[in-house]
Protein backbone atom coordinates (compact mmCIF):
# COMPACT_ATOMS: atom_id res chain seq x y z
CA UNK A 1 0.00 0.00 0.00
CA UNK A 2 2.53 2.48 -0.83
CA UNK A 3 1.16 4.38 -3.48
CA UNK A 4 -2.03 5.40 -2.94
CA UNK A 5 -4.09 7.28 -5.29
CA UNK A 6 -6.69 10.53 -3.56
CA UNK A 7 -8.92 11.69 -5.19
CA UNK A 8 -9.12 15.70 -4.76
CA UNK A 9 -12.99 17.92 -5.09
CA UNK A 10 -14.57 20.34 -3.35
CA UNK A 11 -16.92 18.29 -1.07
CA UNK A 12 -17.61 17.19 2.56
CA UNK A 13 -15.75 14.75 2.47
CA UNK A 14 -12.18 16.15 1.73
CA UNK A 15 -10.76 16.77 4.97
CA UNK A 16 -11.70 12.65 5.84
CA UNK A 17 -10.07 11.38 2.93
CA UNK A 18 -6.98 13.34 2.93
CA UNK A 19 -6.62 12.08 6.57
CA UNK A 20 -7.34 8.87 5.53
CA UNK A 21 -5.00 9.24 2.66
CA UNK A 22 -1.61 10.27 4.79
CA UNK A 23 -2.34 7.99 7.74
CA UNK A 24 -2.68 4.83 5.70
CA UNK A 25 0.81 6.44 3.91
CA UNK A 26 2.36 6.60 7.22
CA UNK A 27 1.40 3.54 8.12
CA UNK A 28 3.52 1.99 4.88
CA UNK A 29 6.01 4.59 3.96
CA UNK A 30 4.09 5.29 1.02
CA UNK A 31 3.57 8.20 -1.51
CA UNK A 32 0.36 10.17 -1.98
CA UNK A 33 -0.68 10.83 -5.48
CA UNK A 34 -3.46 14.07 -5.07
CA UNK A 35 -5.73 13.78 -8.09
CA UNK A 36 -7.83 17.03 -9.50
CA UNK A 37 -9.92 16.09 -12.46
CA UNK A 38 -11.28 19.40 -13.49
CA UNK A 39 -14.61 18.38 -15.37
CA UNK A 40 -14.69 20.12 -18.58
CA UNK A 41 -12.62 19.31 -21.88
CA UNK A 42 -14.48 21.74 -24.02
CA UNK A 43 -12.24 21.47 -26.97
CA UNK A 44 -13.62 18.13 -28.18
CA UNK A 45 -17.33 19.43 -28.11
CA UNK A 46 -19.86 20.11 -30.60
CA UNK A 47 -20.06 23.93 -31.77
CA UNK A 48 -22.99 24.82 -29.81
CA UNK A 49 -21.78 22.97 -26.26
CA UNK A 50 -18.18 24.12 -27.00
CA UNK A 51 -19.59 27.53 -27.27
CA UNK A 52 -20.98 27.39 -24.08
CA UNK A 53 -18.42 25.31 -22.06
CA UNK A 54 -15.81 28.30 -23.28
CA UNK A 55 -18.06 30.73 -21.31
CA UNK A 56 -18.02 28.10 -18.26
CA UNK A 57 -14.45 26.74 -18.15
CA UNK A 58 -12.63 30.15 -16.98
CA UNK A 59 -14.90 29.97 -14.06
CA UNK A 60 -14.56 26.53 -13.15
CA UNK A 61 -10.66 26.67 -13.74
CA UNK A 62 -10.30 29.42 -11.16
CA UNK A 63 -12.70 27.63 -8.97
CA UNK A 64 -9.81 24.50 -9.54
CA UNK A 65 -7.34 26.30 -8.68
CA UNK A 66 -8.69 28.34 -5.68
CA UNK A 67 -9.21 24.31 -4.90
CA UNK A 68 -5.54 23.24 -5.11
CA UNK A 69 -3.88 26.41 -3.58
CA UNK A 70 -6.05 25.70 -0.48
CA UNK A 71 -5.47 22.34 -0.21
CA UNK A 72 -1.92 22.38 -1.24
CA UNK A 73 -1.01 24.81 1.87
CA UNK A 74 -2.95 22.33 3.86
CA UNK A 75 -0.36 19.49 3.04
CA UNK A 76 2.85 21.16 2.94
CA UNK A 77 3.20 20.45 7.18
CA UNK A 78 2.43 17.01 5.88
CA UNK A 79 5.43 14.37 6.91
CA UNK A 80 4.54 12.31 3.70
CA UNK A 81 5.60 12.47 0.01
CA UNK A 82 3.08 13.76 -2.31
CA UNK A 83 2.52 15.09 -5.57
CA UNK A 84 -0.30 16.62 -7.47
CA UNK A 85 -2.02 15.67 -10.96
CA UNK A 86 -4.42 18.31 -12.44
CA UNK A 87 -6.49 16.37 -15.48
CA UNK A 88 -9.25 17.36 -17.70
CA UNK A 89 -12.56 15.14 -17.71
CA UNK A 90 -14.92 13.69 -15.94
CA UNK A 91 -13.74 12.26 -12.30
CA UNK A 92 -14.69 8.98 -12.32
CA UNK A 93 -13.20 8.15 -15.94
CA UNK A 94 -10.01 10.24 -14.95
CA UNK A 95 -9.78 8.09 -11.56
CA UNK A 96 -9.69 4.82 -13.78
CA UNK A 97 -7.33 6.31 -15.91
CA UNK A 98 -4.75 7.21 -13.26
CA UNK A 99 -5.17 4.08 -11.06
CA UNK A 100 -3.11 1.32 -12.99
CA UNK A 101 -0.07 2.26 -10.78
CA UNK A 102 -1.58 2.40 -7.27
CA UNK A 103 -2.23 0.39 -4.38
CA UNK A 104 -4.82 1.54 -3.25
CA UNK A 105 -7.87 5.00 -4.12
CA UNK A 106 -9.18 6.74 -1.58
CA UNK A 107 -12.05 8.67 -2.57
CA UNK A 108 -15.23 10.10 -0.27
CA UNK A 109 -18.65 8.85 0.41
CA UNK A 110 -20.44 11.77 -0.71
CA UNK A 111 -22.29 12.32 -3.56
CA UNK A 112 -21.06 14.64 -6.53
CA UNK A 113 -23.50 17.33 -5.78
CA UNK A 114 -21.40 17.68 -1.94
CA UNK A 115 -24.24 15.52 -0.08
CA UNK A 116 -22.76 13.39 2.74
CA UNK A 117 -25.81 11.38 3.71
CA UNK A 118 -26.35 9.91 -0.31
CA UNK A 119 -24.79 7.04 -2.31
CA UNK A 120 -21.44 8.22 -4.76
CA UNK A 121 -21.80 6.88 -7.77
CA UNK A 122 -18.80 8.74 -8.87
CA UNK A 123 -16.87 6.18 -5.73
CA UNK A 124 -19.48 2.86 -7.23
CA UNK A 125 -18.32 3.11 -10.84
CA UNK A 126 -14.88 3.49 -9.81
CA UNK A 127 -14.99 0.36 -7.82
CA UNK A 128 -16.66 -1.79 -10.61
CA UNK A 129 -14.40 -0.35 -13.47
CA UNK A 130 -10.81 0.26 -11.24
CA UNK A 131 -8.71 -3.11 -11.10
CA UNK A 132 -7.28 -1.07 -7.62
CA UNK A 133 -9.41 -1.55 -4.55
CA UNK A 134 -11.05 1.75 -3.11
CA UNK A 135 -11.25 3.04 0.41
CA UNK A 136 -14.16 5.25 0.81
CA UNK A 137 -14.06 7.35 3.21
CA UNK A 138 -16.98 9.28 5.29
CA UNK A 139 -17.26 12.82 6.33
CA UNK A 140 -17.55 12.12 9.80
CA UNK A 141 -13.58 9.90 9.83
CA UNK A 142 -11.10 12.05 11.83
CA UNK A 143 -7.88 9.36 10.26
CA UNK A 144 -7.45 5.88 10.27
CA UNK A 145 -5.59 3.86 12.72
CA UNK A 146 -3.95 0.84 10.97
CA UNK A 147 -3.86 -1.30 14.28
CA UNK A 148 -8.08 -1.07 14.44
CA UNK A 149 -9.87 -4.16 14.21
CA UNK A 150 -11.45 -4.91 10.37
CA UNK A 151 -14.41 -6.62 9.92
CA UNK A 152 -14.25 -8.24 6.14
CA UNK A 153 -17.87 -9.48 4.55
CA UNK A 154 -17.54 -12.91 3.30
CA UNK A 155 -19.67 -14.73 0.85
CA UNK A 156 -17.55 -17.02 -1.26
CA UNK A 157 -17.68 -15.12 -3.99
CA UNK A 158 -15.39 -13.52 -6.28
CA UNK A 159 -15.79 -10.05 -5.62
CA UNK A 160 -15.47 -11.08 -1.84
CA UNK A 161 -11.98 -13.13 -2.96
CA UNK A 162 -10.60 -10.27 -4.31
CA UNK A 163 -11.27 -7.95 -1.62
CA UNK A 164 -9.94 -10.27 0.93
CA UNK A 165 -6.48 -10.37 -0.91
CA UNK A 166 -6.56 -6.38 -1.67
CA UNK A 167 -6.81 -5.76 2.44
CA UNK A 168 -4.24 -8.28 3.61
CA UNK A 169 -1.45 -5.74 3.65
CA UNK A 170 -3.61 -3.74 5.81
CA UNK A 171 -5.51 -6.86 7.45
CA UNK A 172 -1.83 -7.72 8.75
CA UNK A 173 -1.55 -4.45 10.64
CA UNK A 174 -5.06 -5.33 12.28
CA UNK A 175 -5.34 -5.80 15.52
CA UNK A 176 -8.20 -8.54 14.92
CA UNK A 177 -9.57 -9.30 12.26
CA UNK A 178 -13.33 -10.95 12.23
CA UNK A 179 -14.34 -12.55 9.16
CA UNK A 180 -17.99 -12.54 9.01
CA UNK A 181 -20.77 -14.46 7.34
CA UNK A 182 -24.72 -13.95 6.48
CA UNK A 183 -26.84 -16.76 6.66
CA UNK A 184 -29.03 -16.46 3.59
CA UNK A 185 -31.54 -18.80 2.37
CA UNK A 186 -29.74 -19.19 -0.75
CA UNK A 187 -26.16 -19.46 -1.45
CA UNK A 188 -24.64 -18.51 -4.59
CA UNK A 189 -21.26 -19.56 -4.31
CA UNK A 190 -19.09 -22.22 -2.91
CA UNK A 191 -16.09 -20.96 -0.86
CA UNK A 192 -17.23 -21.57 2.63
CA UNK A 193 -15.58 -19.33 5.07
CA UNK A 194 -13.02 -21.60 6.63
CA UNK A 195 -11.22 -21.02 3.21
CA UNK A 196 -11.37 -17.18 3.43
CA UNK A 197 -9.10 -17.86 7.04
CA UNK A 198 -6.92 -20.21 5.87
CA UNK A 199 -6.14 -17.37 3.28
CA UNK A 200 -5.45 -15.43 5.73
CA UNK A 201 -3.84 -17.91 8.07
CA UNK A 202 -1.09 -18.19 5.12
CA UNK A 203 -0.14 -14.64 5.69
CA UNK A 204 -0.04 -14.82 9.29
CA UNK A 205 -2.97 -13.37 9.57
CA UNK A 206 -5.78 -15.03 12.39
CA UNK A 207 -9.20 -14.14 12.22
CA UNK A 208 -12.36 -14.95 14.17
CA UNK A 209 -15.29 -16.60 11.62
CA UNK A 210 -18.52 -14.93 12.81
CA UNK A 211 -21.85 -16.23 11.84
CA UNK A 212 -24.39 -13.04 11.21
CA UNK A 213 -28.34 -14.20 11.31
CA UNK A 214 -29.77 -12.17 8.64
CA UNK A 215 -31.98 -9.14 10.12
CA UNK A 216 -35.25 -7.76 8.67
CA UNK A 217 -33.58 -4.42 7.62
CA UNK A 218 -31.20 -6.22 5.13
CA UNK A 219 -28.14 -7.63 4.99
CA UNK A 220 -25.90 -4.36 4.83
CA UNK A 221 -27.64 -3.26 8.26
CA UNK A 222 -26.31 -6.57 9.52
CA UNK A 223 -22.71 -6.08 8.50
CA UNK A 224 -22.97 -2.77 9.98
CA UNK A 225 -24.36 -3.63 13.32
CA UNK A 226 -21.81 -6.45 13.16
CA UNK A 227 -19.18 -4.07 12.77
CA UNK A 228 -20.07 -1.73 15.50
CA UNK A 229 -20.99 -4.00 18.19
CA UNK A 230 -17.14 -5.60 18.03
CA UNK A 231 -15.84 -1.79 17.35
CA UNK A 232 -14.12 -2.20 14.60
CA UNK A 233 -12.19 0.30 12.17
CA UNK A 234 -13.10 -0.48 9.04
CA UNK A 235 -14.89 -3.24 6.66
CA UNK A 236 -13.65 -5.26 3.73
CA UNK A 237 -16.37 -5.92 1.30
CA UNK A 238 -16.67 -7.02 -2.58
CA UNK A 239 -18.44 -4.54 -4.96
CA UNK A 240 -21.06 -6.53 -6.99
CA UNK A 241 -22.00 -4.78 -9.93
CA UNK A 242 -22.00 -4.71 -13.79
CA UNK A 243 -20.73 -1.76 -15.90
CA UNK A 244 -23.32 -2.76 -18.17
CA UNK A 245 -25.71 -1.04 -15.49
CA UNK A 246 -24.89 2.51 -15.59
CA UNK A 247 -27.68 3.59 -14.16
CA UNK A 248 -27.33 1.37 -10.71
CA UNK A 249 -23.92 0.32 -11.27
CA UNK A 250 -23.74 -1.65 -7.96
CA UNK A 251 -26.24 -4.06 -6.76
CA UNK A 252 -28.21 -3.64 -3.45
CA UNK A 253 -26.36 -4.85 -0.71
CA UNK A 254 -22.93 -2.78 -1.83
CA UNK A 255 -25.47 0.25 -2.47
CA UNK A 256 -26.94 0.17 0.68
CA UNK A 257 -23.28 -0.30 2.57
CA UNK A 258 -22.00 2.70 0.36
CA UNK A 259 -24.84 4.41 1.31
CA UNK A 260 -24.06 7.35 4.32
CA UNK A 261 -21.74 4.56 5.92
CA UNK A 262 -20.29 4.79 9.56
CA UNK A 263 -17.24 3.08 8.36
CA UNK A 264 -14.35 3.45 5.80
CA UNK A 265 -14.72 0.12 3.41
CA UNK A 266 -12.53 -1.03 1.31
CA UNK A 267 -14.03 -2.29 -1.57
CA UNK A 268 -12.64 -4.28 -4.90
CA UNK A 269 -14.74 -5.77 -7.78
Known sequence: ??????????????????????????????????????PFEYGVLGDMQGAMAAQYYPVIKEIAEKLREVTEARLVPEDVPWDWIETNGMAGQQIVRHADLSDIIVMGAC???????????????????????????????????????????????PEASRALRAATPMLRRSGAVFLACVSEEEQSFDLPAINGASY??????????????????????TLMHAAKAREVGWVVMGAYGHTRFRE??????????????????????
Open 1 to 38: MRSILLHISDDPCLEARIQVAFDLARAFDGHVTCLQPV
Open 111 to 157: TEAGQSTAYSAIAASVAIDAGTPVFLVPEKCKGFDISSPALVAWNGS
Open 200 to 221: LSRHDIGATVVELPVSGTGIGD
Open 248 to 269: RILGGVSRSMMTDPELPILLAH
